[in-house]
C-alpha cells in the first residue's frame, strides 16, 4: 500500500499556515484486491527526524492522532492544545495499518506557519518625531514579539504602479528561507531577478477593508552568500481601481457607484531566514527599501496598462543595480483588513496559444486569431525605433475585415478603450511586452502602430501569443464521447469553466470580472469533475462573510465592489451560497472544516430571510429564472422558495455537525413549514382540464400555467408529496417534449438533472442541438468556442459560463458518474445505455484517486462497461436494461455472473459485460 497526496483541507499552499486546527486527509493506492485500512496514525513534530524512519521520537512530537481505528482518510482533525508556533516548520506523517496489521508509512510532508494568533500588522506612527511606533502606548503592540507581524506597509504615497527594492548580504546561505508578502491590488515578487514564484496577481481579491490576503515563497534555492535584493512590482487591480483618462473601468461604467479600497498602492514583506546552526533572523519591509515609478503607468485590470520601454530600468531586481537615485520608501497605514494567508490555488498562466490566422486589414494593423477564446494574457514581440508606439486591443468577436467588434451597441467603450499603449525603447533589438496586472477573455488580437514587413517604416510585429491565465486549481476531470458536436461542446464547456477560475469565480473574465454569488453553488456540481474546488470555495466562504450586512442579508456578489440595487442586490438565489456551499465541500470533498465559522453567518442570512416571506413562507421578491427571455425574472415563488427550503436543511445539516441538536430540531421545522406553505399556493391538484397534479407558478396569479421549471424545482428539492412524484414528472415530461430549452440561468441546471431522472437523455441532446436559440450547437456552428451570456448570436460576453450547466449532465448522465457519499466514498456507474453514444470515456481524480469509466457499445449489439475503482471506495454499477438479460463481470482473469439491476465493487479494475 501507497500512502499518497497528503495534505490539509483547504489549503492549497502551506507555507503560511495561519489557523490553530487544521485537518488532514490522505490517498491510498494499492494491487492487493483485499486491502483495506484498519487503523491510521498521525504525528506531527518541528523536528523532521523525529517523524522519519520506523521510531517515532515520542519526546519530540508536537500532536499525535495516536492509533485511531478507522477507515477515514479524510478530515481528519489536528488541534494542538496551545496551538502552533509561529513561523515554525511543521512535519507530518500517517502510519496506517492495513487488514494484516502491517504497517504502511507515508513520505514526510511539510508546512510552515505564520502567525496563527496575529492577523493584525503593527501600526506605524506617521510622525516618527513626536510619537515613535516604539513609545509606551504602542507597548501592548509589541509585547509578544515572537507571534506578532514585525513587517510594515510601504509605498511612495501614490496610487500609480511602482517598484519597491531592498539589497542586503548574507554570510552564508540559510538552511531555509520563508518569505511572507503582499501586495495591493497585485504585485509581482522577485529575488535576485528571478521570480519568486508562477504566481500572477497575488494576492487574490477580497474586500480589503476587511481581509487582506499574503503569499508564500520558498526562496532557499534562490538566495546566496554575498549581495542579494528582494524587488516587487505594485499594480492597481481593484484595490485602486484606475481608468485613466480613456479606458473602460467596468465599476464605473454606469455610476461610478464603486469601493475604491484606498488610494495608496502599498506593500509589505517578511523574510525569515533559518540557518544550520538553529539561528533565525527576519528581514522586514520598512522605510530603508527604495522604491521609484514604474515604466508601466497604469495598471487598469481590464486588460489596458501604458508601459514605456524608455523608462523601464533594466536589471533594477538584480544584486549590481544602484538605487542610489531611488527614493526611500515611505511607511503607510494600509488596508484596514486583517492579514490571513492566501489558502486558494494562486493564479497561474496555462496553455499558450499561437496564432492560427495573421492578417493585415490595412496599414499599420496587424490581427490575430488565437483559434480559441479564453482568459488572456496576451505577450507581444516587437521591433522598432525608440518612442515607436504601439496600441494593443483585444475581442471576442471581430468585424468583416478581421479588426475588433464589441458587437452590444451599448458597450462599444469596450471595444474602444480597452487597449494596451506601449512605447518602444529602440533597443534595435526585438522587444518583449506583457502585461503585469490585466487580463482579458479574447480570441483576437489587434495590434496598432506596426507592420508584418517594416517595408512602411512602421516596427515591425514579431510575434503575438496569448497565454491562458487561470486558477492553479488541480485539473481532475477528462472526457470524450462518439459524437463530434458533443466533443466540440464539451471543449467550450472546458474553456469556459477553466476561464473564469481566479481566485473567486467570476461571472465573465471581459466584460465585468465581478463575483456574483449564483455561479458558485449552481456550477459547482459540474466544476467539481473538472477541477478541485475545495480551497477556492474556502476562500469563496470568507468573502460572503465579509460581505455580509448586519441585518444578515447576504448581497448577490462577493466581494462587493459596486452597490446593486434592488433584487440585483437582494436574491436568495445568490445570497444562498453561504448555506448552500459548506454543503458542497461536504459533499464533494468529505470535509466539515467550514461550518463553525459560516453557521452563524447563515443562521443570520436565514432570519433575514424570514423577514420577507409572502403568504405564509413563500419567497417571492428575487431575480426568478435569471437569463430567460435574456433577463427577465419569472417562476419567482418557485424557484426563491425552493431554495430557502434548500438553505433551511443545510443549515441543519450543520447544526447536526456542530452537536446542536435543538437548533437542528428548530431548522427542520422551519423548513417542514416552508414545505407546507409551498405545496399549499403552488400545488394543483385540481384542475379538470389536466390528467394529473402539477405546479403552478405565481408569475400571473390567479391565472395557472404549468412550465417543466415549476415542475423540475419541486422534484429536485424534494417539495413533491410521494403521491403527486409520478403525476409531476408527466407534467414536466408534457413540457419539454418539443425539446426547447425554456430555462434561464437558475432553472436550466434542475431542468437537465430531472431530465437525468426521467432518463431522457434524446431530449438533453435534442434541445442542445437545436437550429435557433436556445441551443449550444448554434453557438459552434457560428465558429463559438465557448458560451456566451445569453442565447444570442452576439452579445457582450462570450466566455460566460452561467449557462453552462449542460456540463454536469454529460458528467452524471452521459459518463454516468456520479457521486453518492461524501468525497466519492460511494458513487454510481450508470452510463446512457439506450442512448446515441456507442462509446464514451473519462475520467475523474475524485478526493480518493481517479475513477476511470468507458462505455462501449460492440459490433454485437452488447454493451461493456470498464470502470476503475479506487481504494476507499465502492461503485455500484447500473446494469444494462436494468438486469432484465444477463452480465458478468471480469476482474483481471476472473469473471463472475451479476444478477439484478446493479452490482457493487470495491477498488479495482472492472469489466462489466452485457450477456
Known amino acids: 500500500m501507497q500512502v499518497l497526496r497528503c495534505g490539509i483541507h483547504g489549503f492549497h499552499e502551506v507555507l503560511g499556515i495561519d489557523v490553530d ?116 502606548i504602542f507597548r501592548s503592540w509589541f509585547e509578544d514579539e515572537p507571534n506578532r507581524w514585525k513587517a510594515v506597509w510601504i509605498g ?116 525569515h531566514l533559518f540557518y544550520p546552526d538553529g539561528s533565525h533572523t527576519t528581514m522586514i519591509s520598512d522605510p530603508s527599501w527604495r522604491v521609484r515609478r514604474s515604466a508601466t503607468s497604469l495598471a487598469n485590470i481590464y486588460a489596458s496598462e501604458n508601459h514605456d520601454r524608455r523608462q523601464y530600468p533594466t536589471g533594477w531586481d538584480t544584486p549590481d543595480f544602484d538605487d542610489a537615485d ?64 504601439i496600441i494593443v486591443r483585444y475581442s471576442e468577436t471581430i468585424q468583416e475585415d478581421g479588426t ?73 476531470g477528462t472526457m470524450q464521447t462518439d459524437k463530434e458536436d458533443v466533443n466540440q461542446l464539451l471543449s467550450a464547456l472546458s474553456w469556459t469553466f477553466s476561464s473564469n477560475l481566479f481566485s473567486y469565480h467570476t461571472d465573465c473574465p471581459q466584460i465585468e470580472k465581478f463575483g456574483w454569488l449564483e455561479v458558485t453553488h449552481l456550477l459547482a456540481p459540474a466544476t467539481q469533475y473538472v477541477r478541485d474546488m475545495e480551497a477556492l470555495y474556502t476562500k469563496i466562504l470568507d468573502d460572503i462573510l465579509d460581505t455580509q450586512e448586519p441585518s444578515g442579508l447576504v448581497p448577490t456578489m462577493a466581494p462587493e465592489i459596486r452597490y446593486m440595487c434592488g433584487p440585483l442586490h437582494d436574491t436568495i438565489t445568490w445570497g444562498c451560497a453561504v448555506c448552500l456551499l459548506p454543503d458542497i465541500l461536504r ?67 450543520m447544526a447536526r455537525e456542530l452537536g446542536e441538536m435543538q437548533k437542528a430540531k428548530e431548522f427542520e421545522q422551519w423548513a417542514a413549514r416552508i414545505y407546507a406553505v409551498y405545496n399549499r399556493h403552488l400545488l394543483v391538484t385540481d384542475d379538470a382540464s389536466r390528467p394529473y397534479a402539477y405546479y403552478t407558478s405565481l408569475d400571473n396569479y390567479p391565472a395557472r400555467d404549468r412550465d417543466a421549471i415549476a415542475q423540475a424545482m419541486a422534484l429536485q428539492f424534494g417539495l413533491v408529496p410521494e403521491q403527486h412524484r409520478k403525476d409531476v414528472m408527466a407534467a414536466f415530461l408534457d413540457d419539454v417534449a418539443d425539446g426547447r430549452i425554456r430555462a434561464g440561468e437558475i432553472g ?29 450547437m448554434r453557438f459552434l456552428r457560428r465558429g463559438e468556442t465557448t458560451l456566451l451570456e445569453f442565447w444570442q448570436d452576439e452579445c457582450r460576453s462570450k466566455c460566460h459560463d452561467m449557462l453552462g450547466t449542460i456540463y454536469e449532465w454529460f458528467y452524471a448522465a452521459v459518463l454516468g458518474l456520479k457521486p453518492t457519499g461524501p468525497a466519492y466514498r460511494t458513487f454510481v456507474v450508470d452510463p446512457p445505455y439506450n442512448a446515441e453514444f456507442k462509446h464514451v470515456k473519462g475520467s475523474v481524480d475524485c478526493p480518493y484517486g481517479t475513477i476511470a469509466v468507458e462505455f462501449t457499445r460492440n459490433e454485437q449489439g452488447q454493451a461493456v462497461v470498464n470502470v476503475r475503482v479506487p481504494f476507499g471506495t465502492t461503485a455500484i454499477v447500473k446494469l444494462p436494461r436494468s438486469g432484465k438479460s444477463s452480465a458478468y463481470c471480469r476482474e483481471g482473469e476472473e469473471s463472475r455472473a451479476v444478477d439484478g439491476g446493479e452490482v457493487s465493487l470495491s477498488h479495482g479494475v472492472y469489466s462489466i459485460i452485457e450477456g
Request: glycine share 8%; aromatic share 12%.
Open 21 to 136: 486546527e487544521i485537518r488532514f486527509y490522505w490517498t491510498i493506492e494499492t494491487d492487493d484486491k483485499h486491502a483495506s485500512q484498519l487503523a491510521y496514525r498521525v504525528v506531527l513534530s518541528t523536528d523532521e527526524a523525529a517523524v522519519q524512519g520506523d521510531a517515532i521520537v515520542e519526546s519530540k512530537l508536537a500532536w499525535d492522532s495516536g492509533r485511531v481505528m478507522s477507515n477515514e482518510q479524510r478530515n481528519i482533525i489536528c488541534k494542538p492544545d496551545n496551538g502552533f508556533q509561529s513561523t515554525c516548520s511543521y512535519y507530518w506523517r500517517v502510519t496506517l495499518w492495513d487488514q494484516s496489521e502491517r504497517p504502511h508509512h507515508s513520505a514526510v510532508n511539510h508546512f510552515f506557519t505564520a502567525y496563527p494568533r496575529s492577523h493584525l500588522l503593527p501600526p506605524y506612527s506617521m510622525n516618527q518625531t513626536y510619537m515613535p511606533h516604539t513609545s509606551l
Open 156 to 271: 511612495d504615497g501614490g496610487d500609480k504602479p511602482i517598484y519597491l527594492r531592498k539589497a542586503f548580504d548574507l554570510a552564508q546561505p540559510p538552511a531555509r528561507a520563508i518569505m511572507f508578502a503582499s501586495g495591493l491590488g497585485h504585485f509581482n515578487m522577485t529575488v535576485n531577478g528571478s521570480p519568486a514564484s508562477d504566481h500572477r496577481l497575488d494576492p487574490g481579491w477580497t474586500n480589503y477593508h476587511r481581509r487582506v490576503q499574503f503569499t508564500a515563497y520558498d526562496v532557499t534555492a534562490q538566495l546566496q552568500t554575498g549581495a542579494n535584493v528582494l524587488g516587487a512590482h505594485l499594480g492597481n487591480g481593484f484595490y485602486a481601481g484606475d481608468k485613466g483618462e480613456d479606458r473602460f473601468f467596468w465599476p464605473m461604467y454606469e455610476d461610478n457607484t464603486y469601493v475604491r479600497y484606498g488610494n495608496e498602492l502599498c506593500f509589505f514583506s517578511e523574510l
Open 326 to 389: 531611488w527614493a526611500f520608501a515611505k511607511p503607510l497605514t494600509g488596508p484596514r483588513g486583517h492579514i490571513y494567508y492566501q489558502t486558494q490555488p494562486p493564479v497561474v498562466l496555462h496553455e499558450t496559444f499561437q496564432p492560427v490566422k495573421i492578417t493585415e486589414p490595412r496599414p499599420g494593423i496587424v490581427c490575430y486569431d488565437l483559434g480559441q477564446n479564453a482568459s488572456t494574457m496576451v505577450r507581444v514581440e516587437v521591433e522598432g525605433p525608440r518612442g515607436s508606439e
Open 404 to 476: 475588433v467588434l464589441m458587437p452590444d451597441p451599448l458597450f462599444k467603450e469596450y471595444e474602444t478603450g480597452v487597449f494596451s499603449r506601449i512605447h518602444l525603447a529602440g533597443t534595435g533589438a526585438p522587444e518583449t511586452w506583457e502585461p503585469d496586472f490585466s487580463f482579458t477573455s479574447a480570441r483576437y488580437i489587434q495590434v496598432e502602430g506596426v507592420s508584418l514587413d517594416g517595408s512602411d517604416g512602421r516596427p515591425v510585429i514579431r510575434s503575438v501569443v496569448g497565454r491562458h491565465i487561470s486558477s492553479a486549481a488541480r485539473r481532475l
Open 587 to 653: 459533499e464533494y470533498y468529505g470535509s466539515t472544516h467550514v461550518i463553525a465559522k459560516v453557521f452563524p453567518a447563515a443562521v443570520r442570512y436565514m432570519e433575514y430571510m424570514r423577514t420577507k416571506e409572502r403568504r405564509g413562507g413563500l419567497i417571492e421578491h428575487g431575480l426568478g429564472d435569471w437569463g430567460r427571455g435574456i433577463a427577465f425574472g419569472n417562476n419567482q415563488a418557485n424557484i426563491e422558495t425552493a431554495i430557502y427550503y434548500r438553505c433551511l436543511q443545510c443549515v441543519a445539516m
Open 748 to 776: 436550466l441546471r434542475f431542468l437537465f438533472n430531472t431530465l437525468a431522472d426521467a432518463k431522457r437523455p434524446d431530449l438533453v441532446l435534442q434541445m442542445a442541438r437545436q437550429e435557433e436559440h436556445p441551443s449550444y
